[in-house]
């Protein structure tokens, strides 16, 4: 269990990076996690490959891994369009929300009973959410694509709890990836009507972002995400997932100089979403030792 736990924070770290790149990559939010799924698909397609996964899976299988994979796909445009109309420390911040959303669909799906301590911690984080929100008008659109990208988030860990325990890690990314590049390519001719853009093809500046965000933040940490809800429940792994703000965020105020964008409000609204996630660590690593 304690290897699964650092597993867990290295994936964290590494997701720390991911609002870093959607500032870095000039592309929009959509063409971006295009670039992103795609490039993702050909890295994970190899390492199957290599190490010899065996891919004999049912057509329907597939295409039910596949369509998780556009959860995360659909998270990824929100997510990344959240930090393009505020900034990184909002759009990471607004992750949180994802286990107030798990809390919520993890019992309606799984048809089992609601958690009174975790809607509690979960209260806590969305305490946190709401006081951010208010601090600047300016970036409250910013902030609802945050928190729609939450929601997808919490859904696609709650459908990949299950795939888990029945597939290869590395497998099960390999086809939501490519489920996402399908799916998203079906998409992007609206979404680029709604969303026009004068830039299609990454400079090489953006590519070279683009393949550190597939190959450690995306095909790494999600093969490390697979392998530790295997043994983590759900709303913890999400719970934790609530530090990668505090990694962002430094980055951000250390590369952006995003601390004179921030108030008194978003430091308090933070505290509520830290407590929350002390909290829940705790109570998880007490319920481990009985």
Same mark, same amino acid.
């Given at each position: 269990?304690?290897?699964?736990?650092?597993?867990?924070? /290295?994936?964290?770290?590494?997701?720390?990076?991911?609002? /870093?790149?959607?500032?870095? #990559?000039?592309?929009?939010?959509?063409?971006? /996690?295009?670039?992103?799924?795609?490039?993702?698909?050909?890295?994970?397609?190899?390492?199957?490959?290599?190490?010899?996964?065996? %891919? $004999?899976?049912?057509?329907? *299988?597939?295409?039910?891994?596949?369509?998780?994979?556009?959860?995360?796909?659909?998270?990824?445009?929100?997510?990344?369009?959240?930090?393009?109309?505020?900034?990184?420390?909002?759009? @990471?911040? +607004?992750? +949180?929300? @994802?286990? !107030?959303?798990?809390? /919520?669909?993890? &019992?309606?799906?799984?048809?089992?009973?609601?958690?009174?301590?975790?809607?509690?911690?979960?209260?806590?984080?969305?305490?946190?959410?709401?006081?951010?929100?208010?601090?600047?008008?300016?970036? =409250?659109?910013?902030?609802?694509?945050?928190?729609?990208?939450?929601?997808?988030?919490?859904?696609?860990?709650?459908?990949? *709890?299950?795939?888990?325990?029945?597939?290869?890690?590395?497998?099960?990314?390999?086809?939501?990836?490519?489920?996402?590049? #399908?799916?998203?390519?079906?998409?992007?001719?609206?979404?680029?009507?709604?969303?026009?853009?004068?830039?299609?093809? &990454?400079?090489?500046?953006?590519?070279?972002?683009?393949?550190?965000?597939?190959?450690?933040?995306?095909?790494?940490?999600?093969?490390? !995400?697979?392998?530790?809800?295997?043994?983590? &429940?759900? !709303?913890?792994?999400?719970?934790?997932?609530?530090? %990668?703000?505090?990694?962002?965020? #430094?980055?951000?105020?250390?590369?952006?100089? %995003?601390?004179? %964008?921030?108030?008194?409000?978003?430091?308090?609204?933070?505290?509520?979403?830290?407590?929350?996630?002390?909290? =829940?660590?705790?109570?998880?690593?007490? $319920?481990?030792?009985?």
């Amino acid at each position: 269990m304690k290897k699964s736990y650092y597993l867990l924070h /290295v994936a964290v770290f590494l997701a720390g990076f991911t609002g /870093v790149f959607g500032k870095l #990559i000039s592309l929009n939010e959509g063409l971006l /996690v295009w670039y992103r799924v795609l490039f993702s698909a050909a890295i994970l397609f190899l390492v199957v490959k290599w190490f010899n996964v065996s %891919e $004999k899976l049912a057509l329907k *299988e597939k295409f039910g891994i596949a369509k998780v994979g556009m959860l995360i796909t659909i998270h990824w445009v929100f997510f990344y369009g959240s930090i393009k109309y505020s900034n990184i420390s909002i759009g @990471v911040v +607004c992750y +949180c929300l @994802v286990s !107030f959303f798990t809390a /919520v669909f993890e &019992p309606l799906i799984n048809k089992t009973k609601f958690k009174v301590s975790e809607l509690l911690l979960s209260g806590l984080t969305l305490l946190g959410i709401s006081l951010i929100f208010h601090f600047d008008s300016s970036y =409250q659109f910013g902030i609802l694509l945050g928190v729609i990208s939450s929601a997808f988030a919490a859904l696609y860990t709650i459908n990949n *709890e299950h795939l888990v325990k029945r597939y290869d890690s590395k497998l099960i990314n390999f086809y939501q990836m490519l489920g996402g590049v #399908i799916g998203l390519s079906f998409l992007l001719p609206a979404y680029l009507y709604l969303v026009p853009t004068d830039r299609f093809v &990454p400079t090489l500046a953006d590519s070279f972002y683009l393949l550190l965000l597939s190959v450690f933040c995306t095909v790494g940490l999600y093969v490390i !995400f697979a392998e530790v809800l295997k043994k983590i &429940p759900a !709303f913890t792994v999400n719970l934790t997932f609530n530090l %990668e703000p505090i990694y962002s965020i #430094i980055l951000a105020f250390l590369f952006f100089n %995003e601390s004179k %964008e921030v108030n008194l409000s978003f430091y308090a609204g933070l505290f509520f979403v830290l407590a929350s996630v002390i909290l =829940q660590t705790s109570i998880s690593v007490r $319920k481990a030792r009985h």
